[in-house]
């Protein structure tokens, strides 16, 4: 695969980031009534939490969108993607939720979208891995 192509599969995975990170902050209470439902973190840390994802998600979507960073931008997005299925799994088989909150309040997304959504972007990701330069043969 060419460096245009893992550039662009970079980016369309940064830009879902990006727009996940400032529709939760456009509705931040939204998020957070939403994020409640999982009951991941003690109620005192939900709204440190919640800005946290809120600004790791656009710092490394923008990151993605332009391409600095490629390959720790890549670990760390993979790693938050993973991190996530895992609690989106989770809370919907102890819990019962019915929306991801994967785009804060702003858009309803079903936990098994959510979980589809993450796997396509983690396929993304893996694609989108830089490829190492090969030594010149001398």
């Known amino acids: ?11 369309l995975v940064g830009l879902s980031f990006l ?17 409640t439902y999982y009951r991941a973190v003690p109620y005192v840390w939900m ?15 923008a990151a993605l969108l332009v391409g600095c960073w490629r390959r720790p931008s890549i670990v760390v997005a993979a790693a938050m993607l993973l991190g996530f299925s895992v609690l989106i799994a989770y809370a919907w088989h102890a819990y019962g939720i019915v929306d991801c909150a994967c785009f804060g309040s702003l858009a309803d997304t079903p936990p098994w979208l959510g979980l589809v959504k993450n796997v396509v972007m983690l396929g993304m990701l893996a694609l989108a891995w830089p490829a190492r330069a090969l030594p010149r043969s001398g």
Not at 19 to 35: H, W
Not at 47 to 61: H, K, S
């Open 19 to 35: 727009l996940a990170g400032i529709a939760k902050a456009v509705d931040f209470e939204g998020f957070m009534l939403k994020a």
């Open 47 to 61: 709204v440190r939490t919640g800005w946290a994802t809120v600004g790791v998600e656009i710092v490394l979507g």
């Open 1 to 11: 695969m060419g460096a245009r192509w893992r550039l662009a599969l970079g980016a």
